[in-house]
């Protein structure tokens, strides 16, 4: 099965994200090559990122860290993150 770069399940959102590491700032880049690309301060160490990414996203679709799960790629930059119930959405995000 081909994953696009959102899909809603029910009024969940799957999202496949590239997330570059050790940046200056925390950044929604957008759409590119078929996933969201994100940066984040954290470094890849210790789960560091994930967590902050985890956060940073909560943030952005403004709802709890508990509504944050990530579904795979938790060693790699290439991601999947369940959002439940997103309460608003960044740029290039579509709801359906």
Do not use: Y
């Not at 570059?20 to 929604?28: K, N, V």
């Not at 902050?52 to 991601?79: M, P």
């Amino acid at each position: 099965m081909a994953f696009d770069s959102q899909v809603w399940d029910g009024t969940d959102l799957i999202l496949r994200v590239r997330v570059q590491p050790r940046a200056s700032r925390d950044e929604w880049l957008g759409l590119e090559e078929n996933r969201f690309r994100v940066r984040i301060t954290a470094p890849p160490v210790e789960g560091r990122a994930n967590a902050h990414l985890r956060a940073f996203l909560a943030e952005l679709f403004d709802v709890a860290k508990s509504q944050v799960c990530l579904l795979a790629g938790e060693t790699g930059r290439d991601k999947r993150w369940r959002i439940i119930a997103p309460r608003r959405l960044p740029p290039g995000v579509t709801r359906l």
